[in-house]
């Protein structure tokens, strides 16, 4: 693992702290970390990776993957994620993930909640974030100033 990448994992790890959560659509709680300075929001995340839209994983010591993320408080899932993004950019790092959205278990019935993918893309857009698709599969993608996100087209 690149020396900045691992400075990152130790910096999150320790500016963090693992709990258990739980979610309607598991039956089992999740392990996440929730931010010492968003503690109103959990996240998993991995270092040094991606999940292809082949959900082949690739090796890649320029990606954090976003597993999960998730808010107990309204407003506090964005505003981790956009602390995320900006630590990772000035690292010339990117930030991706599979955007699903997660309820949690307690979740508040007055509470809005964005079920649909079209929402959920846009709350990704809404912070920088590049939308990337093929007809099976959606990936959201932050790129530093830094980088450049290539992607390419092929026909079958």
Not at 19 to 41: I, M, T, W
Not at 64 to 90: D, T
Not at 126 to 151: A, E, I, P, S, Y
Request: contains cysteine; aromatic residues 10%; charged residues 25%.
């Amino acid at each position: 693992m690149s020396t900045i990448l691992q400075k990152v994992e130790e910096t999150w790890i320790s500016q963090s702290s693992e709990e258990l959560v739980y979610f309607d659509l598991f039956p089992e709680p999740k392990p996440l970390r929730r931010s010492k300075h968003h503690p109103g929001a959990y996240a998993a995340l991995q270092f040094g990776g991606y999940q292809s839209l082949d959900n082949v994983w690739i090796a890649d010591e320029r990606v954090v993957w976003l597993e999960m993320i998730a808010a107990k408080v309204p407003g506090e899932g964005g505003r981790l994620i956009e602390a995320l993004a900006l630590q990772l950019g000035r690292y010339g790092l990117a930030l991706m993930g599979t955007p699903t959205p997660l309820k949690l278990r307690d979740w508040a019935e007055n509470r809005t909640y964005p079920a649909r993918e079209g929402d959920l893309l846009a709350w990704y857009q809404k912070r920088r974030f590049r939308v990337v698709q093929d007809q099976c599969q959606t990936r959201v993608v932050f790129t530093g100033d830094g980088m450049k996100l290539v992607t390419t087209i092929s026909f079958e």
